[in-house]
């Protein structure tokens, strides 16, 4: 596309993004896809619709080329994009949004002109000119004047590439990816159509999560010259007579199937100048005769302008449960990009037939109602993902709920971070236990809770060589504590949530009358007191003898270093983290005005860590102390405006699939779950005006909740209003606010 023609058509393209801001405002409008893909975020711009499947997203982590920061191969990397990066090798289909680990990040599509080269070192080129928007992705490749565009559907995407006169080819890279695992198959059906598999999986590089992802891709014109490639192997002494040793050996009109590590198809095209062709993938986790169902059902038959509409009037449609008036355009683009994120995981797993693979085996199950969602990374979500979904989305909570008992039923257990229908084994606790107990109290009740319950108890009293999920439970129940056996075991941290999972599964055995579980499962969840030393005024590991661990510092762990005991954190970030008895938390630390001083320390101090999950509760529990709140509102105000910005650095670290997006937009809103499974919301400062957030009628009675703020938001709140009455506390039930009304903040 001659440069001139290309500054024209984004000009035109930026216009009608900035005339749909400027005259909609709708709140579609507000989302900038590039936060958080850099500073570690692991969010990526890439084109999705909420909860699908497929994304397409361009992947410029490979190749170790000097226009990149960041490299996949040479240092730890776990999402396909980073906006510092230019050196672009494809879009790849199946994606992960904010995780800490490498996985997916396969099925590339990459166009390129003239002579033909499948090694992506040496094809990828550099990218410019990028636009981002719920539902699409552009970039502009400078190497070969080429202008790609994507969208997507629930379970397929869509390309659009504008070439230059002469030969453009079309490539299917499957041996490049972000996953750790290697594998792949292709049978090229004929001069439009492309099918085949890669493997995924070893997530975290825990071995197990194997899995293979299947496709079919669809051209819009057929090509004149096709075939398959495939890495050969490093010869010894035969590469005398083989003059393809360690390189790309290119098999012209191959029709056949084609297995290997390193493969991939080609279609080549004699293309005129501007011509436009489309490419459509498929994709399923069941099957090549599914990806081909799912894209038939889903495609737009390459109307490129339909399927892009259509996946930002979801996009749209989503976002509008809430609404906002008032704050910066700063402040709405933070906000409403936070609840995009949100909306990405966890999700569809199902095909269109409701086809899915069963949870930790290759068996096909089928779902009848609903969609079976994936991607649970519950020691984060389990925080505040969820209980947000079960206020705004409560018919995804539920279908979520009900995917978590299907696993149940498929293993025998209930996970802890799944993926793709496997366990994956990663980070600590029992995390489904307080989702799912959270989400009954929230009167989110269509799901088998005698079954769910089963699958709970399990986890929480099965001994240690049996336990999939607590193997540490011996020690746990017998000392009341899990004691420090290796320098680096994350005891404390695997204790502390087993605290709170059975602090919620008390909850759920007094309210189904299980009356001796309740009292059981209470009293093991303030053995947490069995960690604080009163020497340090902290928690600290402790050894099988009781002693406390020796030369301890408290400090240690920080910035991901590892840490005796703690997982991703230290005694600091830990220290407060029997949220579920905070009576106990205030005793044990002195009395209510020392617990105030060493919490508002941990902040001082510097000791307090947003880029991770144990302690973003903290700023919320000063409103636990009469008197005190103010604290709250200070803090929450100083965390929003320091580490959640509109830029591509404008997250504080991993999203960890939605946790910190959903952060930010509790504490924009004002309220905050401080203790999943306990239905009393934190209140705070809200940023903006005016937040309407629409009630879904067949689960709650209210119409809408409606908060407003008045006064100077940067000084102290003065009083509390609901439905025009006065509030004694800083707290609101979640029974109150889903019979609608108006929440005033008056400062």
């Given at each position: 596309?001659?440069?001139?023609?290309?500054?024209?058509?984004?000009?035109?393209?930026?216009?009608?993004?900035?005339?749909?801001?400027?005259?909609?405002?709708?709140?579609?409008?507000?989302?900038?896809?590039?936060?958080?893909?850099?500073?570690?975020?692991?969010?990526?711009?890439?084109?999705?619709?909420?909860?699908?499947?497929?994304?397409?997203?361009?992947?410029?982590?490979?190749?170790?080329?000097?226009?990149?920061?960041?490299?996949?191969?040479?240092?730890?990397?776990?999402?396909?994009?980073?906006?510092?990066?230019?050196?672009?090798?494809?879009?790849?289909?199946?994606?992960?949004?904010?995780?800490?680990?490498?996985?997916?990040?396969?099925?590339?599509?990459?166009?390129?002109?003239?002579?033909l080269n499948a090694d992506f070192r040496e094809y990828g080129s550099e990218m410019s000119e990028q636009i981002a928007h719920p539902g699409y992705y552009s970039t502009f490749l400078n190497k070969y004047d080429i202008l790609t565009e994507v969208s997507a559907t629930e379970r397929s995407g869509i390309s659009r590439f504008t070439f230059p006169?002469?030969?453009?080819?079309?490539?299917?890279?499957?041996?490049?990816?972000?996953?750790?695992?290697?594998?792949?198959?292709?049978?090229?059906?004929?001069?439009?159509?492309?099918?085949?598999?890669?493997?995924?999986?070893?997530?975290?590089?825990?071995?197990?999560?194997?899995?293979?992802?299947?496709?079919?891709?669809?051209?819009?014109?057929?090509?004149?010259?096709?075939?398959?490639?495939?890495?050969?192997?490093?010869?010894?002494?035969?590469?005398?007579?083989?003059?393809?040793?360690?390189?790309?050996?290119?098999?012209?009109?191959?029709?056949?199937?084609?297995?290997?590590?390193?493969?991939?198809?080609?279609?080549?095209?004699n293309t005129k100048e501007n011509e436009q062709i489309l490419v459509e993938v498929g994709v399923s986790y069941v099957s090549i005769d599914n990806a081909r169902q799912n894209l038939n059902a889903e495609s737009n038959r390459f109307d490129f302008e339909t399927t892009r509409k259509q996946a930002e009037e979801r996009w749209n449609k989503a976002l509008s449960t809430i609404t906002v008036k008032g704050g910066t355009d700063d402040q709405k683009t933070v906000f409403y990009t936070a609840l995009y994120h949100m909306q990405i995981h966890p999700n569809i797993l199902s095909d269109v037939n409701g086809q899915y693979p069963a949870m930790e085996s290759f068996e096909i199950k089928q779902r009848e109602n609903g969609e079976r969602y994936t991607v649970f990374s519950l020691w984060d979500t389990y925080r505040n993902l969820h209980p947000f979904f079960s206020l705004a989305f409560p018919e995804q909570q539920l279908n979520m709920v009900n995917s978590l008992i299907e696993m149940y039923d498929e293993s025998g257990w209930l996970p802890r971070w799944e993926l793709n229908s496997t366990e994956t084994h990663v980070m600590e606790g029992d995390p489904v236990i307080p989702v799912i107990v959270d989400t009954w109290f929230r009167g989110i009740r269509n799901f088998d809770v005698e079954k769910a319950y089963e699958g709970m108890h399990k986890s929480a009293t099965t001994p240690g060589k049996d336990n999939k999920i607590r193997p540490d439970i011996d020690d746990y129940i017998s000392l009341g504590y899990v004691p420090i056996k290796a320098q680096y075991d994350?005891?404390?941290?695997?204790?502390?949530?087993?605290?709170?999972?059975?602090?919620?599964?008390?909850?759920?055995?007094?309210?189904?009358?299980?009356?001796?579980?309740?009292?059981?499962?209470?009293?093991?969840?303030?053995?947490?007191?069995?960690?604080?030393?009163?020497?340090?005024?902290?928690?600290?590991?402790?050894?099988?003898?009781g002693d406390f661990l020796p030369d301890f510092d408290p400090k240690q762990g920080e910035n991901f270093e590892p840490s005796p005991g703690f997982h991703e954190g230290n005694a600091?970030?830990?220290?407060?983290?029997?949220?579920?008895?905070?009576?106990?938390?205030?005793?044990?630390n002195g009395g209510k005005k020392n617990f105030v001083k060493k919490l508002q320390a941990t902040f001082d101090e510097g000791n307090f860590d947003m880029t991770n999950e144990p302690d973003i509760h903290y700023p919320w529990l000063f409103n636990y102390v009469k008197g005190e709140e103010w604290r709250t509102q200070k803090e929450v105000r100083r965390l929003i405006a320091t580490y959640f910005k509109n830029t591509p650095g404008g997250l504080p670290g991993n999203d960890d699939t939605g946790t910190m997006s959903a952060w930010v937009v509790y504490a924009m809103l004002g309220i905050y779950p401080v203790i999943p499974g306990d239905m009393n919301y934190a209140v705070s400062s809200p940023v903006f005006e005016e937040v309407k957030i629409k009630l879904d009628q067949n689960f709650y009675p209210g119409k809408e909740i409606i908060i407003r703020q008045s006064g100077n938001p940067e000084s102290k709140i003065k009083s509390i209003k609901w439905n025009e009455k006065s509030q004694k506390s800083f707290f609101l039930n979640h029974a109150d606010l889903v019979k609608g009304g108006i929440l005033e903040v008056i400062h």
């Open positions: 596309m001659p440069h001139q023609l290309r500054i024209k058509f984004l000009y035109l393209l930026l216009t009608v993004f900035s005339a749909s801001i400027c005259m909609a405002q709708e709140p579609v409008d507000w989302v900038n896809p590039f936060i958080g893909s850099t500073n570690y975020g692991t969010t990526n711009p890439g084109a999705i619709v909420p909860r699908g499947m497929v994304s397409v997203v361009p992947f410029n982590v490979a190749g170790d080329s000097e226009l990149n920061k960041r490299d996949k191969d040479t240092g730890w990397w776990s999402t396909p994009y980073s906006w510092d990066n230019k050196y672009f090798t494809g879009y790849s289909h199946v994606n992960l949004s904010g995780v800490g680990c490498p996985e997916l990040g396969v099925i590339l599509l990459m166009p390129t002109t003239g002579k006169a002469g030969q453009s080819n079309i490539l299917i890279d499957l041996g490049n990816g972000l996953t750790n695992e290697s594998g792949a198959s292709l049978r090229i059906v004929n001069d439009r159509e492309v099918e085949g598999s890669r493997m995924t999986g070893t997530f975290c590089y825990n071995d197990g999560t194997e899995r293979p992802v299947y496709f079919v891709a669809r051209f819009s014109k057929a090509a004149e010259e096709l075939g398959a490639w495939k890495k050969m192997p490093k010869m010894g002494a035969e590469a005398s007579w083989s003059a393809t040793s360690n390189k790309f050996k290119y098999y012209k009109n191959y029709r056949a199937e084609m297995t290997g590590d390193s493969i991939g198809a080609w279609f080549s095209f994350n005891s404390v941290s695997h204790a502390l949530e087993y605290y709170i999972a059975d602090w919620n599964l008390a909850q759920l055995a007094k309210d189904l009358g299980k009356t001796a579980d309740y009292e059981r499962f209470l009293n093991q969840s303030k053995s947490w007191k069995n960690y604080y030393d009163p020497e340090f005024g902290i928690v600290r590991p402790k050894l099988e003898n600091y970030q830990y220290n407060f983290c029997a949220q579920h008895d905070v009576k106990g938390m205030i005793e044990l």
